[in-house]
Nanobody, 122 residues
Framework: QVQLVESGGGLVQAGGSLRLSCAAS????????MAWFRQAPGKEREFVTA????????WYADSVKGRVTISRDNLKNTMYLQMNSLRPEDTALYYC???????????????WGQGTQVTVSS
């Protein structure tokens, strides 16, 4: 059992930056693929970015590529999402997720956090 808790969300103006954190407790997630998804009201949950267990491989959705950086610290059991040049369309509830197998882009992650709200004003 792995429990994930996101933090770091908030209100930021367009062009600003924000860093989200996802802290894991329980079983270590050292060998887990980790990802960030987001969901705006009335919209489908969408893939944002993912990182392999070693941190050597990362993947980004086209909508955020070049503006965000995903990273992880396995010793701290924490994953991060550094977001820069934020846009109003980035406004959403951001979820961290983890799984031990399966495609990184697939939403069938086994563990999910409760979400942290990111609001970008224009």
């Amino acid at each position: 059992q792995v429990q994930l808790v996101e933090s770091g969300g908030g209100l930021v103006q367009a062009g600003g930056s924000l860093r989200l954190s996802c802290a894991a407790s329980g079983r270590t997630f050292t060998t887990y693929t980790m990802a960030w998804f987001r969901q705006a009201p009335g919209k489908e949950r969408e893939f944002v970015t993912a990182i392999s267990w070693s941190g050597s491989n990362t993947w980004y959705a086209d909508s955020v590529k070049g503006r965000v950086t995903i990273s992880r610290d396995n010793l701290k059991n924490t994953m991060y999402l550094q977001m820069n040049s934020l846009r109003p369309e980035d406004t959403a509830l951001y979820y961290c997720a983890a799984k031990s197998e399966g495609a990184y882009y697939s939403p069938d992650y086994r563990y999910w956090g409760q979400g942290t709200q990111v609001t970008v004003s224009s």
